[in-house]
């Protein structure tokens, strides 16, 4: 949070940005951030020993109409968090999600790719069809751009730029992390895996929208 809030991710001190989280621990991880001037939304998924764990959106820019995405259940109850936010007169919304890690029992485990294609084609059915947004999340998805959750988002998210193949967010061999863009004409975007895991077991996703390339000011950088 300090790294973004102070530009020493970006060219400069970002004028908004937003964190979206998976697997936040409801009041442990928002705590953190009060008296921050931040807007957040938490969308709750299961309960454990240290509290309930969800999906949220922290946001410098006020989140409009916030609400949860319930998709599919697989093996575990699952949800998604969608707000709406306004960037240099543009609306658009953001979207937090965490899809199953793998299957039931008596499917395949991780390989079953076709439990998180539904949920991905669940989530992509309730979000505004004609409406630019910005889809983050660990997906899950074990085996590369050929599942069917990849799949289906790109094809809802035309701007997302190219991954390569040294794009890995999980264990120096796994892409499970992305971001996704669908954003207006005019606009520009660029993204990138960071090398500081801070603390996790995975590598944050780093996105960044342009108005023009040529500006060094950026109005929003979704993480």
């Given amino acids: 949070m ?9 060219s400069g001190v970002p004028p908004a940005y937003a964190l979206l989280l998976q697997e936040a621990l409801e009041g442990s991880t928002l705590d953190r951030l009060a008296g921050r001037n931040l807007s957040t939304f938490f969308a709750p998924v299961r309960e454990v020993k240290r509290g309930t764990l969800g999906n949220a959106i922290v946001s410098t820019l006020p989140l409009e109409d916030p609400r949860a995405i319930a998709l599919p259940r697989e093996r ?14 543009e609306a658009m919304f953001i979207v937090s999600v ?3 890690n793998r299957g039931a029992w008596w499917q395949f485990g991780p390989l079953d790719e076709a439990a998180r294609g539904r949920q991905a084609q669940a989530l992509v059915d309730a979000l505004p069809a004609s409406a630019h947004g910005i889809v983050g999340g660990d997906l899950n998805t074990w085996l590369g751009p ?3 959750a990849w799949r289906t988002l790109l094809a809802r998210f ?18 499970l992390d992305h971001l996704f863009f669908d954003v207006a004409d005019g606009w520009t975007v660029t993204r990138e895996v960071l090398s500081d895991a801070y603390g996790s077991d995975h590598r944050p996703v780093l996105g960044q929208l342009f108005l023009d390339p040529t500006r060094a000011d950026t109005p929003f950088r979704p993480d």
């Fill in 146 to 148: 050929a599942e069917p």
């Fill in 2 to 10: 300090r790294d973004l809030s102070s530009g020493a991710l970006t």
């Fill in 98 to 100: 965490h899809l199953e």
């Fill in 76 to 89: 575990q109850r699952r949800t998604a968090a969608i707000a709406s936010v306004r960037v240099s007169g």
């Fill in 158 to 175: 035309p701007d997302t730029p190219a991954r390569t193949r040294f794009d890995t967010t999980f264990r120096d061999r796994s892409v």
